[in-house]
């Protein structure tokens, strides 16, 4: 069983910047690929972006794309997301999730909440105007 624990959210203002981390335990971390999904007030939880296992293929959510970076660090277990040039529509709960299962490395399967086997409880972020 994969443990996942998000860090790094906060109240930041619009334009700024923030680093979401996942620590992973519980399980091997680099066989899982790992996504972010964020949950808005009355909104349902959507795609941010994904990492395959190794780090060579990304996905990011159009509304999202050369603002968040995803990386990953197999070696200490965590996944990040660099949130740059925020803005206060980005303001959500941010969820970290691991997908245990191979297959297809479509960008419409990592987007998929149902892709992902384990998931967070979801860190904070708020962007104010």
């Known amino acids: 069983q994969v443990q996942l624990v998000e860090s790094g959210g906060g109240l930041v203002q619009a334009g700024g910047s923030l680093r979401l981390s996942c620590a992973a335990s519980?399980?091997?971390?680099?066989?899982?690929?790992m996504g972010w999904f964020r949950q808005a007030p009355g909104k349902e939880r959507e795609f941010v972006s994904s990492?395959?296992?190794?780090?060579?293929?990304?996905y990011y959510v159009d509304s999202v794309k050369a603002r968040f970076t995803i990386s990953r660090d197999n070696a200490k277990n965590t996944v990040y997301l660099q949130m740059n040039s925020l803005k206060v529509e980005d303001t959500a709960v941010y969820y970290c999730?691991?997908?245990?299962?191979?297959?297809?490395?479509?960008?419409?399967?990592?987007?998929?909440?149902?892709?992902?086997?384990?998931w967070g409880r979801g860190t904070q972020v708020t962007v104010s105007s």
């Open positions: 519980g399980g091997t971390f680099s066989t899982y690929a």
């Open positions: 999730a691991a997908r245990r299962r191979y297959g297809s490395t479509s960008y419409s399967t990592f987007a998929n909440n149902a892709a992902y086997d384990y």
């Open positions: 990492i395959n296992r190794s780090g060579g293929l990304t």
